[in-house]
């Protein structure tokens, strides 16, 4: 069965950091692309980032370039975004998702990332 | 990276078709055959309905199907049922190397 878990979600503060975790099974993990998506409080989904399977190549959005990093560690089945200069626009649920054939297939549960003083 | 358009509702009696729009340019949508739609109910996390413009996943009803003209990707449901009331997002490839959501279309079943 495939399970995607995220955790790492919370509350901080704006221009905070903050690292969600994302843990894989079920799935060859170190041969798919792994997506991350977000969706602010009542709104839209909204396309984060992406990272190819070696890690070697990641793609964003252009509101969070230069301030979010995804990578991921093979070895532990797990993915990551890094989340720095936390902005109250950056509050939503984040859900990793597996990528194929240019669509997300497997989707977690999502955390809460909530940024307020 | 602008969102994808969609209506932001559509509605349709037990049984009727319904179609949801979603308009890009020749930058993502019109550009890829890497159109897909998502379902997500109140609560939940996103379920992936159709791939590549036209392809249903294991498990996914046959009610639902894809298509595209140009720019503009369309998901279709068929035999309406009380289960499909939710929310409906596209996606689509961009040339930029990124994806992109759709504004997002309410059904509602009346």
């Known amino acids: 069965e495939v399970q995607l878990v995220e955790s790492g979600g919370g509350l901080v503060q704006p221009g905070g950091s903050l690292r969600l975790s994302c843990a894989a099974s079920g799935f060859p993990f170190s041969t798919s692309w792994m997506t991350w998506v977000r969706q602010a409080p009542g709104k839209g989904l909204e396309w984060v980032a992406n990272?190819?399977?070696?890690?070697?190549?990641?793609n964003y959005v252009d509101s969070v370039k230069g301030r979010f990093t995804i990578s991921r560690d093979n070895a532990k089945n797990s993915l990551y975004l890094q989340m720095n200069s936390l902005r109250a626009e950056d509050t939503a649920v984040y859900y990793c998702?597996?990528?194929?054939?240019?669509?997300?297939?497997?989707w977690g549960q999502g955390t809460l990332v909530t940024v307020s003083s | 990276q602008s969102a994808l358009t969609q209506p932001a509702s559509v509605s349709g009696s037990p049984g009727q078709s319904i179609t949801i729009s979603c308009t890009g340019t020749s930058s993502d949508v019109g550009g890829y055959n890497s159109v897909s739609w998502y379902q997500q109910h109140p609560g939940k996390a996103p379920k992936l309905m159709i791939y590549?413009?036209?392809n249903r996943p294991s498990g996914v009803s046959d009610r639902f199907s894809g298509s595209k003209s140009g720019s503009t990707a369309s998901l279709t449901i068929s035999g309406l049922q009380a289960e499909d009331e939710a929310d409906y997002y596209c996606s689509s490839y961009t040339i930029s190397g990124t994806h992109v959501f759709g504004t997002g279309t309410k059904v509602t079943v009346l």
């Open positions: 590549e413009v036209s």
């Open positions: 990272i190819k399977p070696d890690g070697s190549d990641q």
């Open positions: 998702a597996r990528d194929k054939r240019a669509a997300r297939d497997y």
